[in-house]
């Protein structure tokens, strides 16, 4: 590959924290020639969710179980009976809506495409999952999706960018920003992204852009050919889009690791393992083949020939909370991976998450 930058542990200096890198966060195809260190930001793709996931839980208070759609923009227009109105934000932040559509336009989770997508009538609400719907094209949407029915009563897990996008809506405006502005939206989801996970870390690196200074990792084609600059993602942000370091991004999984409370109490991290028991909040798994616990988000993100690559894990351990089973928590092993291109000879679907996961399993000793 091209570069790589890595972290585990359970603390974040010491022999118990093992930084390292490899290679290129910007080859000589793209000057000046940095190499990939545990500090370089990466665009980190839907590892974001994690972020998102963090922050309606600490800010939304109540109202993370109540309709969703009372924080949607205020000149949005929703058909009467649609059964949007009856999604909360939990469940957007669970995968858990019964959104079906894994985009909800061309060019991903737009304002303009997140508008249609829920003000849309849901005409076959007890229809048959089918999850996940792809991303629409540009012949067929919004008029007619590319799935027959983008939005359904059956809330089993479905895996969505969807669902995530609409929280850059949700919980600045759960918030009380009163404004229906993209830009100001947006704005504020960042910020209190920004407050409530990397500010009480003491990280103020973290953004939905990259850094001022060339510095972060752009997208390879293996061996070095340039691929793609995500650049300023704000817009676009809360599924996927934030420059994170690997450095940076284990202050948080050590602090939810150690139980510190500096980002969740016992109980918080409780709700996004356990809650609903049918899928993590934020997370894509609890547990790995063999049952262990293994709460780990990936994130992919591809152009041409090629993708960028992140997964973050804790592996065993356990988190608890008093007056449920177990009562508290225990700590594990914590994880980070980003990889800036394509791996070179890898079977097709070897990508960060498939790493990490093999490599924790494979250190299990008797």
Known sequence: MVGYALFVGDRTSGPHAIYDAFGYARTASSPPQEAFTPETPMQIASASKVLTAITALKTMGANFDKPAYTFFPSNWSLPAQTIVKNITAHQFVSMTSGVQQYYAGVGGQTFANLQTFFSQPVLLPNAPATCPGSNPN??????????????????????????????????????????????????????????????????????????????????????????????????????????????????????????????????????????????????????????????EKNGEEGAGKTVQSTSVAIFLGHSGCPGQTPSSPAP????????????????????ASTILAQAFQDAVQP
Not at 179 to 205: M, R
Not at 212 to 228: E, I, M, R, W
Not at 342 to 350: F, L, P, Q, R, T
């Open 138 to 295: 540009t012949t067929t949407f919004p008029n007619a999706p590319l799935i027959p029915n983008p939005i359904v009563s059956n809330t089993a897990p479905c895996y969505t960018d969807t669902n995530f996008g609409i929280m850059r809506l949700v919980i600045p405006r759960a918030s009380g920003v009163n404004s229906n502005d993209p830009t100001t939206l947006a704005d504020h989801y960042v910020s209190l992204v920004q407050a409530n996970v990397w500010a009480p870390l003491g990280v103020t690196g973290p953004a939905c852009k990259p850094p001022a200074a060339p510095g972060y990792a752009l997208l390879f084609l293996y061996p070095g050919q340039v691929s793609a600059d995500w650049g300023d993602n704000t817009l676009l942000c809360g599924d996927w889009g934030w420059y994170v370091s690997v450095q940076e991004y284990s202050q948080l999984l050590i602090s939810l690791n150690s139980a510190d409370h500096k980002v969740l109490s016992d109980c918080q991290l409780y709700e996004v393992e356990n809650n609903p028991s049918s899928h993590p909040i934020g997370f894509d798994t609890r547990t790995d083949s063999h049952g262990r616990r293994y709460l």
């Open 332 to 351: 594990g092993v914590a994880g980070a991976l980003w990889i800036d291109s394509n791996i070179n000879g890898a079977a097709k679907g070897v990508i």
